[in-house]
């Protein structure tokens, strides 16, 4: 650890949060700010290449500064009122629980702007391209860095408009459709939170989230944090997706640009999952051992559901989209990381932590690579890349061959790589649940979520045979690009960090085991 006055690490926070804001604002003046360029277009993109840049500096800066022989603590924290007759506080802070989240988010933003500085979407100028996306970072940090129920809910929102702008004017086919069912599912949801989220702050007297979890529900009647867990859960379940409120969650990544998918399935399907640890599990703790049989069901649901998509998707002469079933195997992973919260225990959560990361890093490293193999292609059907292919991505391009079949046995939790801890952590955590909860009920959930482990290595090496593997192109075949310069620097961290996070797990767990052990005891660990 590096000694940060604690000063300078409040203002490191508060600079990861607000630069993007200003960014966004920068980008839209007549002569941007960005570096200099051939152009105008080039200049804010360079322009969104640094801001973001800048950002990820300050996140890692947080990082090397943070008391990782504390990560309980709550560390960087603001706290200036902000509407007193509501005891509404600008208040951040972060902790061993949103600090990777803090991380991951600008790490893949950056990519995403470094991506598009080369590969820019086709739509519209790329002034109001690189503002949106800036604000939905800014967004997204801020809902893993405020501590106020209130603030919250605006930076959980903030993110709703310009992924909507992105997906409808920058998007491909359906983009439209896919915008409005996006904004609709997410809106209605959050109204319903929303509610929720009043019931708890009236009730108590403060939006506190701190304060909230310190008392870990005792100011809250049953009934008051059976309705509030309800009304809160809904809204957040439809954010991570939850079984069966998902649907809107395939038709926006087959319509989003490539950065759109990566950061929508990186990083905001983890604000829905990150507000159940933040919110529920420490403020509503009875309401949510109440419902956690539930959510554990629709989770092992999930996962069933999104693995039999997939292999349908995945079978020869199915019309299968490729981002499609990368999107349905989102519904899957997210399933395991609902089970693992569902269980109340310290294995679980930690395990859904993980699991939140390793999916940030896994699949948006396959979104980046199947948008690219639309860019090589023009197209993302399971039948046509197969034809083009060859079936035999490895003979034409072998590295970027290596790279898709790398990210599938990493999505499908090969031991060695990130996304097996988090599974495996959760499936251990369902085998024990907490107490009050019922051990055979659990027992089943695991039994299924481990099935759906088989059933995801089957479609994803279903999909490594039919793209990757064949006989060897002759002199004649179509040609197909290999790994280009931009691209190995976009996507090379993430495989680098999954293949880190797989080795050594402790860099992670170190950081989430003793937030949620203070977490789940009501902050008296």
């Known amino acids: 650890m ?78 200036i009122s902000w509407i007193p007759a509501l005891d509404v506080r600008i208040h951040l802070g972060v902790d061993g629980i949103s600090l990777p989240l803090l991380v991951l988010t600008a790490l893949l933003t950056f990519l995403c702007a470094l991506y598009s500085y080369f590969k820019m979407p086709a739509g519209p100028s790329p002034k109001a391209f690189v503002a949106l996306l800036l604000v939905l970072e800014s967004g997204t940090l801020a809902t ?29 086919d359906q983009r439209r459709a896919a915008a409005w069912k996006f904004i609709l599912f997410t809106l209605l949801g959050s109204v319903v939170m929303l509610l929720g989220l009043l019931l708890v702050g009236l009730d108590s007297g403060t939006f506190d989230m701190m304060a909230l979890a310190t008392d870990n529900g005792r100011g809250l009647t049953t009934s008051v944090q059976v309705i509030a867990a309800l009304a809160i859960g809904i809204g957040l379940a439809v954010k991570t997706p939850m079984w069966p409120l998902h649907s809107w969650l395939p038709d926006a990544h087959t319509a989003a640009p490539t950065v759109g998918s990566v950061l929508l399935a990186g990083v905001l399907l983890k604000m ?42 995945a079978k020869r002469g199915a019309k299968g989209d490729l981002k499609r079933l990368i999107a349905y195997s989102s519904v899957g992973h997210m399933g395991f990381v609902l089970l693992g919260i569902a269980s109340m225990t310290p294995t679980g959560v930690n395990g859904a932590l993980f699991a939140n990361i390793a999916h940030g ?116 075949a179509p040609k197909i690009a290999d790994v280009r310069g931009y691209e190995f620097a976009a996507w090379t961290p993430l495989v680098a960090l999954t293949v880190l996070a797989g080795l050594w797990p402790a860099l992670l767990l170190g950081l989430t085991d003793p937030a949620v052990q203070q977490l789940l005891a009501g902050g008296k660990a």
């Open 144 to 172: 893993f860095a405020v501590l106020d129920l209130l603030l919250f809910f605006l930076a959980f929102e903030m993110v709703l408009i310009p992924m909507y702008f992105l997906i409808a004017r920058w998007g491909g």
């Open 361 to 476: 890093l896994i699949t948006g490293l396959l979104f980046f690579l199947v948008g690219a193999l639309k860019d090589r292609t023009g197209s993302t059907d399971l039948d046509a890349l197969a034809e083009q292919t060859g079936a035999a991505l490895y003979g034409k391009a072998p590295r970027f061959g290596a790279l898709l079949a790398f990210g599938a046995v990493a999505s499908l939790g090969l031991p060695g790589l990130a996304g097996f801890w988090g599974e495996m952590l959760a499936l251990f955590g369902a085998f024990d649940p907490a107490e009050g909860l019922s051990r055979p009920a659990f027992l089943t959930f695991m039994a299924f979520g481990a099935f759906g482990t088989l059933l995801t290595a089957a479609y994803m090496l279903i999909v490594v045979r039919r793209v990757c593997m064949g006989a060897t192109p002759g002199p004649a």
């Open 2 to 79: 590096i000694d940060i006055n604690d000063t300078v690490m409040q203002y490191l926070l508060a600079l990861v949060v607000v630069l993007p804001l200003l960014g966004a604002g920068a980008a839209l003046l007549p002569a941007p700010p960005g570096l200099r360029g051939t152009s105008p277009d080039q200049a804010v993109l360079r322009h969104g290449v640094t801001v973001t840049g800048v950002v990820l500096l300050a996140a890692l800066a947080l990082a090397a500064g943070f008391d990782h022989d504390d990560p309980a603590r709550m560390q960087a924290t603001t706290d």
């Open 272 to 313: 829905g999952t990150y507000g159940f640890v933040r919110i529920i599990l420490p403020i509503t703790p009875d309401g949510m051992r109440e419902f956690a049989p539930y959510l554990a069901a629709f989770a092992v649901v999930g996962i069933i559901y999104g693995s039999l998509a997939c292999l349908a998707l």
